[in-house]
């Protein structure tokens, strides 16, 4: 059963196409990575498909699923007041003042791992911990499909890993993921699905079937990628 | 004299009061304000607002409610032009700013005896505020609690980041029109005590002072509110004692107790 299904989608920014003709689904279960190159257009889709976006034609359908979204990892740094963890988490709710708001958020923050963090005040936290709070957010609703926009970009090489092994168990939980990410390797790497964006969307296809061809026609120069056994 | 003495004045009465009353509002607006980083907003409706004030001493109506009215028109034009124009924020607020003084210049210098009652909107007189203000101030903060208790998690949310508000199905634009108009009417019934001039601080001095201290948004807007109640009391009682304008000894006080917070908490590091 498709969560979202994007049809023939076209997005204009300042009278310029960014987007062009786009239709692909969501189905429960799916984790896909959404790849190209710089200016791509892939924070714009992602961006039209939780609804930040005005579309110039075509439609986003969705058959109530509910949405998760994690920003980039600067969204929050720009805040100078102190807010806590607890108080960040709670605005992903879509009633904050519910009763069950407190053993929600706790859920939340234990799925990430942060769960002794909720008195903290964000200013304090690493980049790392900072972006873990904010999948906790977006997992508070318990969402169908979580949407990441480059969420790993601040992240060094050991959080990273970490923070695609626990993608990888809450898709297993039958959370489907979108991820937009310039990290071809790793993204092919994890991802079941890819999705190769370039103002059009030129390919979609299995992991394990992307190769340089297809790679070279996305991003206009020679990419290559190792695939790993999906064991 | 002694402290109790004040007390006996009604115009002290009133000005404690009227004081009170907008140490609540200006913190607990503050707070979302500073948060957004629109703290010059407050600035510009106090400086725009002062043409109400100049079009009420000229046709000889209470200059506040003459505030009011060109606060919000401000409050709405402003964040119409930024939506429809290509033109940053600042600049459009500079344009109200610098437009609203100079028109505010021009209507007292109309008629004579209007720019000695102009000044007092200026740097604030504690001298002049009514019972009737008091009320309206009153009602206000009645509202203002009731809106902002109603609509905390969504101001709260579109302060962290907007993107995240709106991808939660909240109306950001409404919200941000929320804030601008409770700022248009705090910053105009707060021109009698603080004045034009020096409201901006009132606003955003409490919080940065609270935020010192605080280890959560909750914590900072009650901080905040604490902070500037005592600043406003403090500096109230001070402005009669000295004889001085209420809006400078309030600012000056306030400036003080932040520059306090700021070593105390450099220690505590």
Known sequence: MNLLSVKNLHVRKAGTLILEGISFDIERGDYIGLVG????????????LIGLETLDKGRVETEKAKLGYVPQHFAVESFHLPLTVSELVRTGLENPREKQAQKKMKVALKKVGMQKFMDRNLQNLSGGERQKVLLARALVDEPDILFLDEPMSALDDPSRLKFYDLLKGLNEKGIAILLVSHDLEMVVKHVTRVLCLNRKLNHAC????????????VFE??????????? | MTMLEIFQYEFMQRAFIAGLLISILTPMLGSFIVARKASLLSDTFAHTALAGV??????DFNPILG?????????????RIIEKSRLSNDAVQAIFLSGGLALAVLLTHLQDSATIGF???????????????????????????????KSYWPLLLISVNEPLAKSKGIKTNFYK??????????VALSLKIVGALLVGALIVIPVLTASQFAKSFKQTLILSIVSGFIFVQAGLILSYFLDVPSGSSIVLLSILGFVIALVIKSFKR
């Open chain 1, 206 to 217: 299995h992991a394990v079937d992307l190769n340089s061809e297809k790679l070279k026609e």
């Open chain 2, 54 to 59: 100049g079009l009420g001493l000229l046709l």
């Open chain 2, 177 to 186: 029109t929320l804030l601008s108009v409770l700022t248009a009417v705090v």
């Open chain 2, 67 to 79: 505030a009011l009215a060109v606060a919000l028109v401000a409050s709405l034009g402003i964040e």
């Open chain 1, 221 to 231: 120069c020679d990419r290559f990628i190792h695939h790993h056994d999906h064991a």
């Open chain 2, 119 to 149: 000044k007092s909107y200026l740097f604030g007189s504690l001298l002049t505020v009514t019972w009737s203000e008091v009320l309206f101030l009153l009602i206000t903060l009645l509202g203002m609690m009731a809106v902002i208790y």
């Open chain 1, 37 to 48: 190159p710089n200016g791509a257009g892939k924070t714009t889709l992602l961006h039209a």
